[in-house]
Nanobody, 125 residues
Framework: EVQLVESGGGLVQAGGSLRLSCVVS????????VAWFRQAEGKGREASSC????????YYADSVKDRFTISSDNAKKTVYLQMNSLKSEDTAVYYC??????????????????WGKGIQVTVSS
């Protein structure tokens, strides 16, 4: 079965950086779209970034543009989210999600087939 496992979360001061990793197992991901969603306590789930593995295209929410970078290492079946210049409002549980449909980045939440368990990122100010 397809599994997504996140790592790299934790506590960081405002202005600092973290790198999240999502390891995908149980499938060939060459044509997958993989996204990092986030959900702050009491809030809805938001797509922060997405990457099309097939061609490397990336997409970002306005709230994280120029601060976050999503990338993939296909040999390791790992997707990363480099988060710089972190703000308190970035505090959330971050979820890795994947779509096998080929248009998951466009469809967003409802286009995702598989989800990780989530990992906490807390930014202190």
């Amino acid at each position: 079965e397809v599994q997504l496992v996140e790592s790299g979360g934790g506590l960081v001061q405002a202005g600092g950086s973290l790198r999240l990793s999502c390891v995908v197992s149980g499938a060939t991901v060459d044509n997958y779209d993989v996204a990092w969603f986030r959900q702050a306590e009491g809030k809805g789930r938001e797509a922060s970034s997405c990457i099309k593995i097939s061609d490397g295209s990336t997409y970002y929410a306005d709230s994280v543009k120029d601060r976050f970078t999503i990338s993939s290492d296909n040999a390791k079946k790992t997707v990363y989210l480099q988060m710089n210049s972190l703000k308190s409002e970035d505090t959330a549980v971050y979820y890795c999600a994947a779509s096998s449909s080929g248009n998951g980045c466009r469809r967003g939440y409802f286009g995702m087939d598989y989800w990780g368990k989530g990992i906490q990122v807390t930014v202190s100010s």
